[in-house]
């Protein structure tokens, strides 16, 4: 009787870890996406818009440079860790989660490594366009970028940063599908 008693017992220790260890990974996950769709809000939707009519098209875009790898390099971070999470937390590798949060990570590592480099160098340049002192309107900007040069650049960033952000938003969905009592 004593050994059966032990070995239901040390089951329901190991279930219990298991759950807590589960609950940890989900949390962190969630942090991590909440993290990576605040930061973009904030820097694209609140800071630039602000930045832009405060500093001036002159100041913004050097200002904005630096802070573009910082932020990048974040998103990448965040959504590796977020894409770790979900594994180790025992999703399959055709779920929701993971799915989504590697297209958000491929999305951050494209802007990181491609995307945003080019970028940034075609805004460098467009700085001594003298047609870069046409886009003087933050609605214009975000179309158009700097000019010419950054045009199509400025339009691959956001595009990615979209498909980024709706890669983690799919992901949140994954995990709350993946947690949420059946109904």
Known sequence: FAPVATARLS??????AQRTMSALYTFLDLASCGY????????FFVASP???????????????????????MHMSGALAASLGLSLANG??????????????????????LVVGPSALAAGKASLTD????????MKDFVSEGGGHRTKLWHRMVVVVVLTMTAANALHVWGIASRVAPPT
């Open 11 to 16: 089951c329901s220790l190991l279930t219990s």
């Open 50 to 72: 602000i930045a832009f009519k405060i500093l001036g098209r002159e100041k913004f875009v050097p200002t904005m440079m630096g802070q573009a790898r910082v932020y990048f």
């Open 36 to 43: 990576c769709l605040g930061s973009t809000t904030w820097y």
């Open 130 to 137: 003298a047609e870069t002192e046409k886009t003087n309107k």
């Open 91 to 112: 999703a399959s590798h055709s779920s929701t989660a993971v799915l989504s949060a590697g297209v958000g990570l491929a999305a951050a590592l494209t802007n990181q």
